[in-house]
């Protein structure tokens, strides 16, 4: 309890350090007006996006279920997805945990073999994003390399001779290590602890296999197409509702969604911080003065941010009454 009390705590410090960095110079008087006058209808139409993305998602976490034996209805997964993405700004990665343990109430699937589709998702993802970043990369190579170049330099310089310790100390740890596994080996492999841990892998693995065994692939990758695709426009849309923001491009969109998606990965709340400095940093290479820039992180961030809580709010209060009535409903 204290050591996830300790993260948390570790988590929001480097947001707030973050948030004062990146919003140091800021005039929050004059942007305020921007923000009030945005126009709400756009964050409406965010919202649509938003809940197809995620039902998206959930019809494609059933595709990977179903081999193992297991078919959650599609409105069952759809909260759980949508109460993750909520825990999610209250604890980096809670969600994935919300997530398991929800559908664990609402359809008895064991938490290791749903956190092992999970995990089969996010590596999907994560190869989708990386193929983005190619994408983007080549289309707006010049705008890119500049502000990657810009970010990052001088924070690695000199950096070499402080990693030398560490190293050495994770060496050890490893040399360590193999020297009881030698001397405790039998003990080890027949303690409790290890035994929990094996299942644990077993049902890990067996979600994580469950790709292999998909019923229709097309189908598989074409949610998740639509996943991404959702995505994008959900930030891209925003841009209209601010007059500043109106006139920036299809690339600035895939820009905003690429780089917002690693600020978002980041282990602040939600990507509190780290998606303000990133796409308010981006923003200047596309025009816009640094305070424009940051205005319109603030609008994406704090746009996605209410959709996503209120949605979470939503699906909390669904499954409240479903189970309150013995949920009649969560198997249909």
């Known amino acids: 309890m204290l050591k996830n009390i300790f993260k948390y705590v570790i988590s929001l410090g480097i947001a707030i350090a973050l948030l004062y960095w990146t919003l140091k110079d800021y005039d929050f008087a004059e942007n305020y007006q921007k923000l ?8 409406l139409v965010s919202a649509i996006f938003t809940l197809i993305a995620h039902t998206s998602r959930a019809i494609r976490s059933k595709m990977l279920l179903e081999p193992l034996g297991y078919k959650p209805s599609t409105l069952n997964s759809t909260l759980a997805i949508l109460m993750g993405y909520f825990a999610n700004y209250l604890v980096p990665r809670l969600g994935e945990v919300t997530r398991c343990t929800t559908l664990t109430t609402t359809d008895n699937i ?29 289309l707006e190579f010049d705008r890119l390399s500049d502000f990657f170049l810009g970010f990052f330099k001088d ?6 001779s402080s ?24 003990k080890i492999l027949n303690s409790p602890l290890v035994k929990k841990i094996v299942q644990l892998g077993s049902g890990l693995l067996e979600g994580l296999t469950s790709i292999k065994n998909l019923k229709n692939p097309i189908a598989f990758i074409g949610h998740s197409v639509l996943i991404w695709t959702m995505y994008y426009l959900m930030a891209y849309c925003l841009f209209f509702a601010l007059p500043e923001t109106a006139n920036l491009g299809l690339l600035a969109g895939l820009s905003t969604l ?3 998606a690693i600020g978002i990965a980041a282990p602040t709340p939600g990507g509190l911080g780290t998606y ?6 981006l923003m200047v290479l596309y025009g816009l003065s640094s305070d424009s820039g940051k205005t319109l992180a603030i609008f994406l961030h704090g746009s996605q941010m209410i959709i996503t809580i209120i949605f979470g709010i939503i699906s909390f209060l669904i499954l409240f009454i479903l189970k309150r009535n013995k949920l009649p409903q969560l198997n249909d």
Do not use: M
């Open 276 to 281: 303000h400095a990133l796409v308010g940093g």
């Open 155 to 160: 924070k690695f310089e000199g950096k070499l």
């Open 258 to 260: 690429v780089i917002g």
């Open 36 to 43: 009030k006058s945005a126009n709400l209808y756009w964050i």
């Open 163 to 186: 990693l030398t310790l560490p190293i050495i100390v994770i060496i050890c740890i490893l040399i360590g290590g193999v020297i009881i596994w030698k001397l405790q080996k039998e």
């Open 110 to 138: 064991p938490f290791e073999k749903t956190f092992g589709t999970v995990i089969t998702e996010r590596i999907i993802d994560f190869i989708l994003l990386f193929v983005l970043l190619l994408l983007n990369f080549i």
